[in-house]
């Protein structure tokens, strides 16, 4: 995905940080707006995971630190929830001033409280999802524990969460208590996502059976089982993310560019790397892939590795040439099966190689053809198979011309 670090003011004039990730090489379908947990910021593991599965979707993504909160400008000690809110409405109208209005609202814990609260403020917003989310900001009180009543007895408290020291004021938990968030829910009137893990110890699941009660459809709920309340596992922040980007879709105005077709004439791929790890999001006319390495090689294995990919070219098009060829003829071929191994081996092991010494790439291609064909059909179908377009590609010769692109 693209990055552009942002900035934009709250309703009292102080700067926040913000980071807009962005679809490679194209413009979004639909902007999304991410409201990070209770004293997390925009640079959350699970928050960066989710956003880069809807990104491979096409999406557009704005998360920022709330105010005090990370590079933001302002004391978290004079925020509350509706603070909080009032943040996600201010990065709602940016959005719409220099990009586009949000379409999709998303928020993690309290987040997820908070853009319930906040989405009849967002007109623009066509949908809503909660992760793990509390069905009223005031179960916040019940997990600050004794701080409470320090807060309570004195004004103030200081707590330790994640690491991270903050000062917690009466008027924080004063404003959770005004909160009250099931008419919000009922009143809500957009389509509503809920997702939530049944063994959240942080955020119990029957918070989520509140918030689905509470709302009226359309409305969904999918379990993320096995997870914990921060979403940790990359597995399961990018299943969120996928779902959300295939819900989504069903509810968003898409441009009305989108659906026309990707000009063949410019076939060009683009692969994007980031900062660490091998990782490598593709857009290929259109479609969006991942390629990874294996985790033996130091990589996540969130996708097939290049060699993988020149693999699954080849098959495709052996695949493909076949059935144009047995179509075109009218031949009884029912479906094409081709299996592909890529190896190096010793060149004095390879009898038709010109090469003799060091090593060379060796491709075991298996077709299997299955339908009632004679013999003469299926001899002349393999010798079709190294007809394909990127057969004669591997076999010719090939000319890459890299130029540098200025920054």
Same mark, same amino acid.
């Given at each position: ?19 807009? %990730?962005?679809?490679?090489? #194209? ?21 960066? +995971?989710?956003? $880069? ?11 920022? %630190? ?17 603070? +909080? ?13 220099? @990009? ?34 509390? =069905? %009223?900001? /005031? ?14 007895? #004195?004004? =103030?408290?200081?707590?330790?969460? =994640? ?15 005004? +909160? ?8 809500? $009137? ?10 959240? #110890?942080?955020?119990?699941?029957? +918070? ?14 999918? /379990? ?51 900062? /660490? ?15 990874? #390495? ?12 290049? @060699?993988? @990919? ?19 003829? /009218? ?50 179908? $393999?010798?079709?198979? %190294? ?21």
């Amino acid at each position: 995905m693209r990055l552009q670090k942002l900035t934009f003011l709250n309703t009292a004039g102080q700067t926040l940080a913000a980071r807009l %990730d962005l679809p490679l090489d #194209e413009q979004p379908l639909a902007y999304a707006l991410f409201a990070h947990c209770f004293t997390c910021n925009k640079n959350f593991k699970a928050i960066s +995971n989710i956003s $880069r599965a809807l990104t491979n979707e096409g999406f557009g993504v704005l998360r920022f %630190d709330f105010t005090g909160l990370g590079e933001s400008e302002g004391d978290f000690a004079e925020t509350n929830f509706s603070s +909080n809110v009032d943040d996600l409405v201010a990065a709602a109208d940016f959005l719409a001033q220099h @990009y586009a209005a949000p379409q999709l609202l998303i928020g993690h814990s309290l987040g997820g409280a908070a853009v319930l609260q906040a989405a009849a403020r967002i007109p623009s917003s066509a949908g809503v999802v909660t992760i793990n989310a509390p =069905a %009223d900001p /005031s179960h916040l009180t019940r997990l600050l524990g004794s701080a409470t009543t320090t807060i309570v007895a #004195e004004g =103030a408290a200081t707590v330790t969460l =994640a690491g991270q020291t903050f000062t917690i004021k009466q008027q924080f938990l004063d404003d959770l208590e005004q +909160n009250r968030m099931q008419q919000t829910i009922r009143n809500l $009137r957009k389509p509503l996502l809920i997702f939530h893990s049944p063994i959240d #110890e942080i955020v119990g699941i029957e +918070n989520a059976t509140q918030i689905f009660q509470a709302a009226r459809h359309p409305k969904s709920f999918v /379990s993320l089982d096995k997870a914990d309340h921060m979403v940790s596992t990359q597995h399961d922040s990018h299943f969120a993310g996928s779902m959300i980007a295939a819900w989504a879709r069903k509810y968003i105005e898409q441009p009305q560019d989108a659906a026309q077709s990707h000009d063949p004439a410019d076939n060009r791929v683009v692969a994007h790397t980031g900062g /660490s790890g091998y990782t490598t999001e593709i857009l290929a006319n259109g479609h969006s892939l991942v390629a990874d #390495e294996p985790l033996s090689v130091g990589g996540a294995n969130l996708g097939p590795s290049p @060699y993988e @990919y020149l693999l699954a070219g080849l098959g495709a098009c052996t695949s493909m040439t076949l059935r144009m060829y047995a179509d075109r003829k /009218s031949w009884p071929l029912e479906a094409i099966i081709v299996r592909l191994k890529h190896q190096k081996i010793h060149a004095a092991d390879c009898a038709e190689c010109e090469t003799r010494s060091g090593k060379v790439d060796q491709i075991e291609r298996e077709i299997e053809l299955i339908g009632v064909l004679d013999e003469q059909q299926r001899t002349r179908l $393999r010798e079709i198979a %190294d007809r394909c377009p990127v057969h004669r590609t591997l076999h010719g010769e090939i000319v890459v011309k890299t130029t540098l692109r200025e920054p």
